[in-house]
């Protein structure tokens, strides 16, 4: 089966840079995504990877590892409308469109 | 102008109703889905169709059924409502680049709550 895990909860400072880890175990990969899902709002979409390593993109950067398992979303110079739920989703590998999500870490950041 | 819509943004009705959420998506889209996210935040995907056909049915209960009367639309019906229906259904859009990279669009959401 797929799993994906993620911690629930985090909270960091205005201003901080915060790192979101996601492990996932899959039987095959093609890709995982990152999204943002502010409370009561639709997620959107901020980062992909599918190859090892680090894709920046402003304050948001996302890294991968695929030998391990592993992702982190890095946010630095955190502002107060970063508070929101960040997900992690990887495509299944037996059918791309499908995406299978983590249960979110909802981040807060205080003044 | 809105690229995923979908309708109500809240229904609350009673066990036992039928009820219909209507998506419609004006990007150019191929593939739209139907994904539940439950109180504890998990988003799980129900169904997925690429050109009005059924590409993604995930056991899903079916008192559940999806309708695309054309690529732009995809509705869900749900018959005989049950109190575990109570969720926030997202409907979405992805484009079919065949890179693998498709991105979800993501509606506003349907806060349904069944009493």
């Known amino acids: 089966g797929q799993n994906i895990d993620q911690p629930t909860e985090m909270t960091a400072t205005e201003g901080a840079i915060v790192q979101i880890n996601c492990t996932y175990q899959t039987s095959g990969f093609n890709g995982l995504f990152w999204y943002q899902q502010h409370a009561g709002e639709a997620p959107t979409f901020l980062s992909y990877n599918v190859l090892d390593g680090l894709e920046e993109k402003g304050r948001f950067s996302s890294f991968l590892s695929r030998s391990k398992g592993y992702s982190y979303l890095l946010l630095k110079e955190l502002q107060m409308k970063d508070s929101a739920s960040y997900l992690c989703?990887?495509?299944?590998?037996?059918?791309?469109?499908?995406?299978?999500f983590g249960t979110g870490t909802r981040l807060q950041v205080f003044p | 102008d809105t690229a995923v819509s979908q309708t109500p943004k809240y229904l609350v009705t009673q066990m036992g109703n039928d009820k219909s959420i209507k998506c419609e998506q004006n990007l150019g889209h191929d593939t739209m889905y139907w994904y539940k996210q439950d109180s504890k935040k998990f988003l799980k995907i129900m169904f997925s169709?690429?050109?009005?056909?059924?590409?993604i049915n995930e056991t899903v209960p079916n008192r559940f059924s999806p309708k695309s009367p054309d690529k732009a639309h995809l509705n869900l019906h749900i018959n005989s409502l049950e109190l575990g229906d109570s969720a926030v259904y997202f409907c979405?859009?992805?484009?079919?680049?065949?890179?693998?990279?498709?991105?979800?669009?993501f509606g506003s959401g349907t806060q349904l709550s069944v009493l």
């Open positions: 989703a990887v495509r299944d590998p037996g059918n791309t469109d499908k995406l299978i």
């Open positions: 169709y690429n050109n009005k056909e059924l590409i």
């Open positions: 979405a859009s992805s484009p079919s680049t065949g890179m693998g990279d498709e991105k979800l669009f």
